[in-house]
T-cell receptor, first 112, second 114 residues
């Protein structure tokens, strides 16, 4: 099972950059790294996905080192509305989708 | 698109009763997932389907749980008989061909078994 390790919680203030690191030492060659965000009383929402190096979209950036054993989700200039649980998953498609493991994620709390 | 639609939004039942949760995936998506979320165990995958066929049901807790997908636009998760420890939020998600890891979740069903 491609489990991941993330901090249980993080705190930040509005306007700061937040970096959440995820460890995935047993990542397989075909695995992608995917991050989700979950607000209370809602289902998780896809944020970003990458395979190696750096990926950026309108919401976040994802940094993946060459060995791919970890990844860092970067949220620029967070606001109160970024308070949520963030999940890091590793896995490939097809029959290996059962290996996708959400776990407990990282509770990010943004303070005014 | 309306997104993944789940019903009911809340379900309160008594121990021993049958519970049926329903899900309508996003049109065109060929993967469908059922997850369960609790404070103790986080978000757990119960079962997933590809093109209406169950691929992996190893996460289904026991024989009291069953899931079906009779067509591409409908799936059910049934618990019979229900027990208090089944109380949780149950999420359905779907994903499109070529981007199977990009799951789109419904709003979930909050199940309380008394």
């Amino acid at each position: 099972l491609a489990k991941t390790t993330q901090p249980i919680s993080m705190d930040s203030y509005e306007g700061q950059e937040v970096n959440i690191t995820c460890s995935h030492n047993n990542i397989a060659t075909n695995d992608y790294i995917t991050w989700y965000q979950q607000f209370p009383s809602q289902g998780p929402r896809f944020i970003i996905q990458g395979y190696k190096t750096k990926v950026t979209n309108e919401v976040a950036s994802l940094f993946i080192p060459a060995d791919r054993k970890s990844s860092t989700l970067s949220l620029p200039r967070v606001s109160l509305s970024d308070t949520a649980v963030y999940y890091c998953l590793v896995g490939a498609g097809g029959s290996t989708l059962g290996r996708l493991y959400f776990g407990r994620g990282t509770q990010l709390t943004v303070w005014p | 698109d309306a997104g993944v639609i789940q019903s009911p939004r809340h379900e309160v039942t008594e121990m021993g009763q049958e519970v049926t949760l329903r899900c309508k995936p996003i049109s065109g998506h060929d993967y469908l997932f059922w997850y369960r979320q609790t404070m103790m165990r986080g978000l757990e995958l119960l079962i997933y389907f590809n093109n209406n066929v169950p691929i992996d049901d190893s996460g289904m807790p026991e024989d009291r749980f069953s899931a079906k997908m009779p067509n591409a636009s409908f799936s059910t998760l049934k618990i019979q008989p229900s027990e208090p420890r089944d109380s949780a939020v149950y999420f359905c998600a779907s994903s499109p061909p070529g981007s199977e890891e990009k799951l789109f979740f419904g709003s979930g069903t909050q199940l309380s078994v008394l």
